[in-house]
């Protein structure tokens, strides 16, 4: 199975930061990953697919970055509904991994 | 709008099954593989497995084989996650998803989900 690994696990970050989240997987999955936001109490939203491209009706300030083993998720200027878990997926190889998750807190 | 509503969820004894559905609307139901993905309190995202359009082909993650079957009625816009010879390790909520393969960028990913549903499996 591949494994995926986020860093940091948990941010502490400010309005108006920017973010950066890490993503690496334990072997090459192309750009076969996708990047979710979750808040607490509701289901995951898609963020980015193809390790790059925005999903319809998200944000600009949301960029995704990557292909092989690791994979950028960025908030170019954090805002008050942005505090939530962020976790990547790899869509690669059977069984679809996800990633630990990391945790964005407002400092 | 599309929306998937899962249902079926509730405290089932170690040993026990228990039977989930997902109902789906606001697309056409047969064109998509749906997404098991199951989440335990307080921790991360574990993809549970998947059903294509047609039934046809179903994968699981190896902690659920041989205890957990999908199945789908394309009819009723229905999906089904049959669960056996449940453990205390499968108490989480769990959410259906739909997957979408995109031609563009040529991949797939999970665009719409369900509120989810608990499961408790505990004596």
């Known amino acids: 199975d591949i494994q995926l690994t986020q860093s940091p696990s948990f941010l502490s970050a400010s309005v108006s930061d920017r973010v950066t989240i890490t993503c690496r997987a334990s072997?090459?999955?192309?750009?076969?990953v996708a990047w979710y936001q979750q808040k607490p109490g509701k289901a995951p939203k898609l963020l980015i697919y193809?390790?790059?491209t925005l999903q319809s009706g998200v944000p600009s300030r949301f960029s995704g970055s990557g292909s092989g083993t690791e994979f950028t998720l960025t908030i170019s200027s954090l805002q008050p509904e942005d505090f939530a878990t962020y976790y990547c997926?790899?869509?690669?190889?059977?069984?679809?991994?996800f990633g630990p998750g990391t945790k964005v807190d407002m400092k | 709008e599309v929306q998937l509503v899962e249902s079926g969820g509730g405290l089932v004894q170690p040993g026990g099954s228990l039977r989930l559905s997902c109902a789906a609307s606001g697309f056409t139901f047969s064109s998509y593989w749906i997404n098991w993905v199951r989440q335990a309190p307080g921790k991360g995202l574990e993809w549970v497995g998947n059903?294509?359009?047609?039934?046809?082909?179903?994968n699981y993650v190896d902690s659920v084989k041989g205890r957990f079957t999908f199945s789908r009625d394309n009819a009723r816009n229905s999906l089904y996650l049959q669960m056996n010879s449940l453990r205390a390790e499968d108490t989480a909520i769990y959410y259906c998803a739909r997957g979408y393969y995109d031609s563009l960028t040529d991949t797939s990913h999970l665009d719409y989900w369900g509120q989810g549903t608990l499961v408790t499996v505990s004596s």
């Open positions: 997926q790899q869509l690669n190889n059977y069984p679809f991994t």
């Open positions: 193809g390790a790059s």
């Open positions: 072997q090459g999955i192309r750009n076969y």
């Open positions: 059903i294509k359009e047609d039934g046809s082909q179903k």
